[in-house]
């Protein structure tokens, strides 16, 4: 078992078989980030008419040619996800029990895919799942949750104990559904830029973390006194809006 590649799999089938099913059924194709042994991937196999599943591990990778020999719909890559385009075979629903060392990349990759990536069903650690679908104001609220958030509507499943997994992990980890919104916001890469400069120190107000980039424009609005993670999604998109217009 490598530690190296984050390997804790998932045993327990009261929760494989849900994880799988949140995906949906009836699938046209779907892409699977760190099949490892293959638990996930048979559950998800009777839902989808394609799986495309993306190994890092060149053992698992071979073993899962080997477990899964007969299931024509599987294609196993040996590959590193970060390396590969996730849109080359088309439309798909994502999904994994994701490598937790790379999964800020992972959903980065997913958010700034486009429509026909609809959703995604990953098991992230607990305190990921958090920040994702945190409310403005509260503690977990940071960059995070602001990208996902004005891309996605997102939905936390279920929590996941160590002991589901072999090895265990040290955290508890949280299963979450991302449903791609129909109209993403105007600007979208430009407004991420925004909502990472907003967050640069989390404690400083806007005033003091937007100085650097945009003079003392926003020093006297109502908002320069308020830190990035009051704001809500719609105050992000509107103060970056008044921002432009007022270059
Ligand atoms: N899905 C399996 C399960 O639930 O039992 C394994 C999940 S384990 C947390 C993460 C898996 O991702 C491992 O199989 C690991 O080898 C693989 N992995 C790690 N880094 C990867 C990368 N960069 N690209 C693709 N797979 C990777």
Redesign the pocket.
Known sequence: M?QK??????VRDTILEPLAAACGEKLTRTIE?????G??TRHLLPRTAELHA????SA?AARLRIQFAAEPKLHVHE????DTDLSKWGEAVVT?????Y?TSPILKKFLALDARFGTAVFLVQWEVAERLVAAPGTRAFGYLSVAAQLVCEVELLRKVPPAAFVPPPKVDSGAVRLRRKKTPPQDLDDLLVFAGRCFTHKRKTLRNNLRPFYGERIAGWPEGGLRAEQLTLAQFVELHTRLKLNQ
């Open positions: 490598s590649f984050g390997q804790h799999f998932l980030i760190g099949p490892g042994r638990t996930l993306i190994e890092i591990d698992l590959a590193d996800v970060l994994g029990n994701l490598p937790y790379i």
